[in-house]
Each structure stands twice: as C-alpha cells, then as structure tokens.
C-alpha cells in the first residue's frame, strides 16, 4: 500500500516490507517516509487544520459512519489483514475489527455533544451586565503515534475522536504493522469527506519522522500508544503541547476465597493469553488466596496447557506469535532469569522461533523482572497472599497501574478494592483485559497520563473557549 500525505497516496523508491512475524512471509511494502515527507505533510495539516474546523458537524459524522459502514463490509479483509501484519490469531482479529467500527460510530455519535454552556458572570460584584458561555474548539494538529497490538482499533481511538472534533491528525503507525492504518485512513478518504490534511498516515521509523512529529511546535497534542520507553523519550522532547500518553502495566488480579472460580480460571486464562500477552491489559501477577490457591492454580495452568497456540489464520487457533524473534528471545530471557533464580515452572517456557508457549510461573523472587516490569508476553506469575490488605499491597507495589481485577462475591471487599487499588479502573469478576470503547481508558503512574475512551479522548482533543458580551 501507499502512504496517505496531502490528500494523495503516495509512493517512494524506498519501501519497507511488512513481513508475517509467525513465517517471515512478505504481506506488502509501504513508502519509507523521509524528513521531507513529514515537513509536507506538517504543512498540509495546517491547511488540513483550517479545513475541518470549518467542517459542519452532520459531516464530520457522515463521514466517520461512512467510514464505520465501509470497514464493516469488509469485515474479514481487515480482519486478515491484522492477523497477517501483527500477532492475532484470526479470531482476535475479528473482534478487533468490530471494536474499531464501534470506536468510528461512538466517534461520529459524540460529534454531536461536542458543546459548551453559559457562565453565570454575575457571581462576582461588578461584574453585572455580562452575558457569555464557554464553546469547546478542537485543538489543532494532532501527532498520533501508534503501536502493534492493536493496529487499527488503537488508530481508530486516535482518528475517530480527533474528526470528530474537527483536528487534523497525522498519524505515524507501528513501522511493523502500517497496514491496518493505511486501510484505516483508505476508507475515511474514500468517503470523498475527508479534506486534503485532515488525515495523514506516514509510514516510516519512529527515531526519524515520529521525532519530527513530537518536536514541531504547529502539532499541539501528541497522542502516544506505546512503551513505556518510548513514552518517556518523547515527553522530554515533546515541548509545550499536550499529551496523551497510553503505556504500558504488569496488571494484578486478586482472587479471593469466595470467588467463582470456574469464571475466575477463564476470564484469566484468556487475559493472559489473549495476543501472546501482548496487551497492556495483560494478567501478568495472580495473586491467589492461600485457602483456594492449591484448587485454583493447577485448573489455571491446566487451561493454559489446553491453549492451542499456532498459525494465526487457523480457526483453531488460540494464541500467535510474538512480534519478531528479538521480543520472544527477551521474554524467554526473561523467564530463564526468574527460573535462575528460583521461581518454579508450572508450565510452558519453550520458545520456537517467534512463537512463545504460554507459560505460569510461582514463587518468584520480587526483585525479578517478570514481577516489576511489563513483560508483554504469554507469562503469568501466581502468587499465594493471607489477607486483603496484603494482596492490595502487592497488586499496588509496582510503578504501574493501568487496569486491576478482583474476584470476590462479597460486596464489602470488592468496594474496598475499588477504593484502595491505585489504577485507572478495577474489574470487579472480569480479568484486567477488559474494556468497552466508550468508557475512560487510562493509568496511573508509569501506565500513563490523560484518558481514551471516544468521549474522554474528544475532552482531551478539544479546549474551552470563552466569550463574554459586557451589555
Ligand atoms: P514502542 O516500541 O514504544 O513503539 C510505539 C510507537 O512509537 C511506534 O509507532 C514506534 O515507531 C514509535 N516510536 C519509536 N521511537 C520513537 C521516537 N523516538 N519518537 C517518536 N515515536 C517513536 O511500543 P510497541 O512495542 O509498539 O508497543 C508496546 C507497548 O505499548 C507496551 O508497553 C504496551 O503495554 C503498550 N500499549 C499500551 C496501550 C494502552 O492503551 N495503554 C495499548 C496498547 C499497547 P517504529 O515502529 O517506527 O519504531
């Protein structure tokens, strides 16, 4: 595919390939983007800027339903699409791509509710005789960097909001896996509503154009899905703008003795496994109490085993690969580490290639990495507590806190835990990787700064102005 810059989808003599990480098979090629393509496509979004903030709001919906209408009568084409370029199986493609058609109807439904309201002036003496109210205006040039996991919904949650707004948004997708952005950015231009500038998607390497993207002062927001240390670079560079940003976690869910644990082994069994782990939502530390942990952990490892990990494209299929050998070969170093230093294998730990096996480690030593960092991989820690207060201290003793989860029946305790786990929402009988589109999506901590979520990312992505009529 080509790149979408100014209006037209253009091509370079130098292409990078995108490869399928299970096999290495060639899936296409994409323009490499050069600094002189960002410098256009800056350009083009100051016009494009002007553009959509004139853009009547029944079109700025008209166009993200459209687009929403396209995507989702080519439903199995994404779908295969972000099952080839990235790491899901064909069934968790699927569900990706109606998340993102919904993450478009929310965009275009919000549109709508874009307002302000009138400011009572008068609460302070002399100022009476003012009549005014406060508008909310989009924000101008968004920058949206994007990563692999999720490579259209998590564009989607960027693209739809910032429309719908009326920004004009550059997107610079996952050099892994541009192909769901561009086919994204296809069916928003093919709707012949979108203007020159509004939507850019430029394929290229993050140190070279994404750099430029973070540091131009024209962007005024930088909206970053991605790692952490990536995160943390572009926020001591990015200057006086705003930013979102959505890292990573090592998430804890807690299972108490009175929880439900035929739900409590299938919600987690797929939290840990769903995309090889390779989600920000991902089960990383279960945290089981010690008068059901010999009950429920070897019906955990037990499901774990039974998971079917293979070709992405079989329907049979439960779990892929890894993005590419250097990240299976790191979270296999990673486990050897933790097994080096005592933690038991219960099950998995072998590595073929790009693929990892899921895999459930115990008594893990805290300061492993596995314990403290985002492994953003098919591993899960168990680990034995005696008390409420002790679980909650080892699920917050991390720099992280994206998401949370408990199992419990009894309504005292999980409203304890809602109100002591320092993260930006707690599932209550539902494992971490849980989340609908219009909720606000964000964490704490080393997880991140601001919220998604369609109406909390147009929050984000629009400003208050006033005006104040002195009668
Ligand atoms: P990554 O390596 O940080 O890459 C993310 C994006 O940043 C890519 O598009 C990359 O471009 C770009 N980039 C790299 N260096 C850059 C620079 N110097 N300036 C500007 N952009 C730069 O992350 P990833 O491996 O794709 O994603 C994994 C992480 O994302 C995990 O930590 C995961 O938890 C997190 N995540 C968070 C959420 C959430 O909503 N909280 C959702 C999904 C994933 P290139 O590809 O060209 O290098």
Known sequence: MNMLLNGEWIDRPQRTEVRDPQDGSLVDTVPLASRDDMARALAAAVEGFERMRRMPTHQRMA??????????????????TIAREGIKTIREARKEVTRAIDTLRLSAEEARRISGET???????????????????????????????????????????A?????????KPHSATPLSALKLAEVLDDTDLLPPGGLQVLTGRGSEIGDMLVTDPRVRMISFTGGRETGEAIMRKVGLKKVAMELGSNAPVIVMPDADLDLAVAANVSGAFWAAGQNCLHVQRLLVHDAIYDRFVPRF??????????????????MGCLINEAEAKRVEAWVDEAVAAGARLLCGGQRTGTFYAPTVLADVPPF?????????????????????????RLANGVDYGLQAGIFTRDLATALRAAAELHVGGVMVNESTDYR??????????????????????????TEPKVVCFNL
């Not at 166009?63 to 295969?80: C, T």
């Not at 429309?163 to 997107?171: E, K, R, S, T």
């Not at 609908?436 to 601001?450: C, E, N």
């Open 63 to 80: 166009l993200l339903h459209r687009a929403a209408d396209a995507i989702a009568s080519r439903h199995e084409e994404f779908a295969r």
């Open 119 to 161: 400011i009572p002036f008068d609460q302070r003496p002399g100022s009476e005789n003012r009549f005014g109210f406060y508008v909310r205006e989009p924000i101008g040039i968004i920058g949206a960097i994007t990563p692999f996991n999720d490579p259209l919904n998590l564009v989607a949650h960027k693209v739809g909001p």
């Open 163 to 171: 429309l719908a707004a009326g920004n004009a948004i550059i997107v």
């Open 301 to 318: 490892v037990a499901a774990a085993k039974a998971y079917r990990v293979g070709d992405k494209l079989d329907e049979r299929t439960d």
């Open 368 to 392: 492993c990495r596995v314990m403290r960092e985002e492994i953003y991989g098919p591993v899960t820690v168990v680990q034995r507590f005696r008390t409420l207060d002790e679980a909650l």
């Open 436 to 461: 609908i589109d219009a909720m606000p999506f964000g964490g704490v901590k080393g997880s991140g700064l601001g919220r998604e979520g369609v109406r909390f990312a147009v929050q984000e992505m």
